[in-house]
């Protein structure tokens, strides 16, 4: 059983490979931004309603916050000699690719993901603070989209997930150096409890 | 135009009062002179008068052959005396013949006497003969004289009555004349008034052809004097001219030899102000702040004047940038670099004094 | 008539013949230094008012780079108005412009401030104004004069009465931040923080009348886009999608924003019309990141920040839609571009060596010029006089802002406050 498992996930990683190489790579055509989509979002847009933030006080605004908590669970998750352990995955700068020493960590988290369908999991994407902040921030959700492709494609599946990006706005590490770059530039696996 | 209106006016009334002045003068002269009636009838009284002239001459000529035929007789009548005398002479010597005769019968001693008394006679008779042919002579010579004398006097009568016809004549004719004359005097006087009129008209148009002339021959006199200032200017300068070419040809020779002096004391002088202009620049340039405007191509041209000491009297901008803060800032350059640097060498200096500043960002 | 015209012609072609002869000195180049100008102490009546006026006028005009105001010792006497100036004296100071003013409290609220800037040179006044106002608007007051006082002498619009926007982060204790989004004068003076969260607040803009700002916060957990009202202190999310909703800017009529939302999968650009809500996509690109969109002045036109030639760059598009030009060429990395108030200039982050400055183009010519040196420079913002550029650098390890002339010349540092300081705003100038 686990035998058959380990021979889909790793098909499974080599298709991906080339699709991501298929897809990240050759996709840069604008043929296509000829229409203008208008889409009347205007109930949705006031999805967030003003009047629930509690600062109608100028400067005296609090935001509140609803996240950073996180909930574990399971044994399994918490076995520090489990890759699942490790719930941190890094990249290059200005890069979303995975690299070959997360693989492993990506497939366990995969593996247990497709076998706790109804465990949810928090993908958060961060970058390191060098250059534009907006293009972080995407970059951000990028590094978290690419993580969400891989495990599913290794049996996770689409309802099972959350993206989120803070882009360059919640380093792991404070310093202006490639130490503390290297460390930002992550997306962070959090699982959500249900 | 205006003023030969006005002229035409003047004109006009001139001859209207010379008119009235000559019709005036006319019937005075006509009421004096001749009676009106004589203006109708005076031909017929010329026949008249004709007519009694010549019975009046007619008279005269009878009166004139009664008195030749007076005359006439009168010679008749001596004629006839003369004739009686020579008759009484012819019978006296008759009957002096006949005693002679009658004597010669009674004495024959007395013959002789007689013959010779005769003889004597004789010679009396043929010297009284001779003078009688004398007397004849003298006679029928003062008869021809008469005669001449006569007939001179009938010449000269006709001649005076010729004299006379044509006095007649020329006293018809001269009242005729006299006639024609009034008349003429009078066409004379109208033409005269006409002519007088004319003669005014001639002699304002005269006295304008004068004035005309006047002005003309001072303008010519005029002229030719300003030819003549011309002509004496034009000799003048050729005079100067030629003593300029004189001097010029004098001075090139002087030139000549001062020119490279002068040329090295230019060189000099541009030389000191060729620094001092680079030393001006460059201080002037040091104390430009301009604006760091987003506009470019600015340019200012200004005018400074220095004083001796090389501060600055005035600075004017004379081509404006258009931006006055770029303007003000080169104005400020140069107020704010004062003291200028300043030749010691006058002429440099001189050339230093006032100049111009063309601000430019690059 | 032609005797006349004869004349005339002859006089021009004599004239230029006599300029010719006088001696022309040609200056070029001249220094870029900031002017000097004298900026007297504001006589008062005994009574020293709460803001010390000419000492902040003197600041703005320093910092402006603009100006190198004389050192107080060097101020030969103490004028407030123009008898009692002697000109001659401050002409041996070399100063250009020379501010006199008074400050007389009316009632012990109300004060009457008036003020004199003179051209030493020519001993000629070219502004002066008197003005009444509260104790509280004394500093405003002072703003103000300071950009008569730019303005008489640069021929360019100040902007010292402008505001700035910016983030803090600051550190709690406890190792967590603490974000606020604040509002300050031009000099980074009287910061007022407008929004406090413990999650990151990014991205904010002004309303183009200056009475709003669109930020990006985080504070629901994911980034969302929220307006609000200076004077009300009044906020409302307008774009909170799944993803990512973020990067607003307000377009030049005030009537739209342009956004980056990641609703369809991907970052793409997106106008947001406020009165009816009306969202149009703008960018049709699956595969990059489009974002950071901002207004041409002229309304038609979007310039943002695109990766979809591999690496980011800048473009340009249609608001309506439509086909994307790329603008920079120069560089691996140009982002966050920011447009001059006239549509001539983009300044952006430019990467030379893997260091990050602040750059402009023209966008006429394309050439490109790097204006900063630190090598951590970002979140370019043109003044709204479009002679600076603001931006965010690091000092000391800390955020900091800074200032740029488009020239590159005249830097300046601002807030000198202990917090990190971010992504800063330059305000429209206020009507």
Known sequence: MKLVKLTAILLAITWLAGCSSLGMGKKDTDTTESDVVVEDLSAQSLGVDGENVSGSDLGGAEARVIVGEDAYQGNELNDPASPLSNRIVYFDYDSSSVRIQDQATLTAHAAYLGTHPNVTIRLIGHTDERGSREYNLALGERRALAIRQILMLQGASLEQFQVTSFGEERPAVEGHDEGAWAQNRRVELVYVGR | MKTSWIETIIAGSYALILHIILLALFVIGMESQTPPKLVSQPKVDIVQATVMDEAAILQEVAKQQQLENEKRRLEQERQQQLDKKLAETQQELARTEQEFLDQQQRAELEQKQLELEKQQQQEKIAKLEQERKLQEQKTREAEQHRKQEEEKKQQAEQQRKAEEQRTLEAEQARKIEEEKKQQAEQQRRAEEEKRKLAEADRKAEEQRKAEAEKARKLEEEKKRQAEEARKEEEKRKAEQERKAKIAEADRLLQESLAAEQQEQEERRVAGVVDQYSLMIKQRVKRYWIRPGSAETGLQVTLRVSLLPGGDVKQVTVIKSSGNSVFDRSAESAVYKAAPLPQPTDPKAAAALRDFQFIFKPE | ?431
Do not use: C
Not at chain 3, 32 to 40: D, F, K, N, R
Not at chain 3, 46 to 59: L, T, Y
Not at chain 3, 347 to 368: C, E, P, R, S, W
């Open chain 3, 1 to 431: 008539m032609t005797k006349i015209w004869l004349t005339l012609i002859w006089l021009l072609a004599f004239l230029p013949w006599q300029a010719q002869a006088e001696l022309v000195i040609e200056i070029t180049g001249g220094t870029e230094a900031a002017l000097p100008i004298a900026i007297v102490p504001f006589g008062n009546t005994g009574f020293a008012p709460p803001e010390d006026i000419s000492h902040v006028i003197s600041n703005d005009l320093a910092r402006s780079g603009r100006f190198a105001p004389l050192p107080q010792q060097d101020l030969i006497s103490q004028p407030h108005e123009k008898a009692q100036i002697n000109f001659q004296d401050w002409r041996l100071l070399r100063s250009e412009g020379l501010l006199v003013g008074k400050v007389d409290s009316i009632d012990g609220e109300t004060y009457q401030v008036q003020f004199q800037l003179f051209d030493v040179y020519k001993a000629q006044q070219l502004v002066g104004k008197r003005y009444q106002v509260p104790a509280s608007g004394l500093r405003r007051l002072a703003h103000q004069i300071a950009d008569e006082v730019y303005q008489a002498l640069t021929g360019e619009v100040g902007v010292f009465s402008t505001r700035l926007a910016f983030v803090t982060a600051i550190k709690n204790v406890d190792g967590t931040k603490r974000f606020a989004l604040q509002v300050s004068d031009s000099d980074g003076a009287n910061p007022r923080t407008v929004l406090q969260s413990k999650q990151p607040i990014m991205s904010p803009n002004w309303s183009p009348d200056g009475e709003r700002l669109t930020y990006v916060s985080f504070e629901n957990g994911n980034a969302e886009v929220f307006i609000q009202e200076m004077t009300s202190g009044r906020r409302n999310s307008v774009a909170a999608f799944k993803g990512l909703n973020s990067a607003p800017s307000w377009s030049p009529d005030g009537k739209k924003l342009a956004l980056t939302l990641s609703k369809a999968g991907n970052p793409e650009i997106y106008v947001l019309e406020l009165a009816t809500g009306n969202l149009a996509r703008v960018t049709h690109n699956s595969q990059a990141i489009d974002t950071e969109a901002v207004w041409m002045p002229n309304g038609n036109e979007l310039v943002f920040t695109s990766d979809r030639g591999g690496r980011p760059q800048i473009y340009k598009v249609p608001a309506i839609g439509g086909k994307a030009e790329r603008l920079t060429f120069e560089g691996s990395y140009n982002a966050s571009p920011d447009i001059s108030p006239d549509g001539q200039m983009m300044t952006m982050v430019h990467v030379q060596n893997g260091k990050f400055y602040i750059a402009v183009q023209d966008l006429t010519t394309g050439a490109v010029h790097v204006l900063t040196d630190t090598g951590r420079d970002e979140s370019p913002s043109f003044a709204p006089n479009g002679r600076m550029i603001l931006y965010a650098t690091e000092q000391k390890g800390k955020g900091v802002l800074a200032a740029v002339s488009v020239d590159g010349r005249i830097h300046q540092r601002l807030g000198e406050s202990g917090s990190e300081v971010r992504e800063p705003a330059w305000s429209p100038i206020r009507k």
